[in-house]
């Protein structure tokens, strides 16, 4: 007889083979997240995942880095060169490690930050102690936030520099302004902000999260000419490398990041990751403008077409979106959970927003966003039974199976590798 421990690997593998025959035959629509290369996928497969490289290439704690630091040192030139950045730090393993470590260079607990609220489009990693958001439960930060014009969808400007001012009155003038989010459909007011906020002496980061693929795409804006100090990121959103983090900025506050991330805040830099953001740079670099730029017009034919069907679409008096996301009020047909859960059994995958990063990568255009808003619209405003739809989206899909804007697509986007 088979052991349970047996049992639990075997089904292990098989849940993994299952959601991978899944995603092959579902339209993925979540805005934070995309699919890699098979390049990516390689890279992070290598016995770079085993090592420890603690420290700065070249000046490692750990002997067996020779091919680690000479990729490491790869990996820095092309994020400088994508993101046209005098310093990159590509160790971050996630954003929000890329933010606390621009908390931890440049501010100090009990700081003042201003930042978008949740509402606005801001991201937990920014949030308050009281909401267990990373900036205040772990680096003590005290969050204000922008005022936000919600009709625009944009933080309002002179009421920001009212509020700075003010702050200042009372003896709480902001140490830090964080700029960037989560919901993100227009570039935020960076260059309308910088020679107000340089002249009060505060750190401007600006979180690319969700962005970075548009921006290194040159799609979207551009916040360190705008006046940002710094930029953070996530490496697989927009930007669509593995999972892992990135701090971008100026020479002059290279040592400070360096040492919030190591040693302040990471040991091992998952090596690995390391190396596919490093092919993923490459990508983009090749590739990133034409994918950019796609996205980019995906988004509004999606966002058109889903307004022309009779759904609420955000942002509507600015054209709806400038970025890769689309945000709708279904409150007029069910509550959003319910919503999501139609959709999903159907086989559209979505949370609060809509994202069209990874349907671009597997190399839709503008005529199927309308076929992506028609099955929305099916399940949403004509209770069409989601279970019937899934076959019908199978088959939409059976033409979307590879990953573009790549160098190399043998394997499928969602191909199952087998190594046992
Ligand atoms: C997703 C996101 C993050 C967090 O990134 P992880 O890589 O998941 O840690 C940080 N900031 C913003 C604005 C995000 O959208």
Redesign the pocket.
Known sequence: MASSYKNSYKRIFSMLKEHNKWFENSIPLIA?ENVPSPAVKEAMLSDFGNRYAEGWPGERVYAGCIYIDKVEFECMKLAKTLFKAEFADVRP???????LAVYCGFTNPGDVMLAPSIPA??????GKKEHSGTAGLVHGLDIEFYPFDAEEMAIDVDKTKNKIEELKNSNRLPKMAMF???L?LFPHPVKELTDFLKSYNIHINY????VAGLIAGGQFQDPLREGADTM??????TLFGP???LVLGFEKHADVIKKAIFPGLTSSHHIHHMAAKAITFAEALEFGKDYAKQVIKNAKALAEALSDFGFKVLGEKRGFTKSHQIAVNVLDYSDGGKVEADLEKANIIVNRQLGVSEITRLGMKEAEMRDVASFIKQVVIEKRDPKKLAPEIKLFRKSYQKVHYCFDKKLGAYEYVKLR
């Open positions: 934070s393993i996630s954003g929000v490690i890329a933010n489009g801001g991201h937990i990693s920014h960037g989010g989560s993100f979180d690319a999260a969700h953070t990121m996530s490496t697989h959103k999972q892992g983090g």
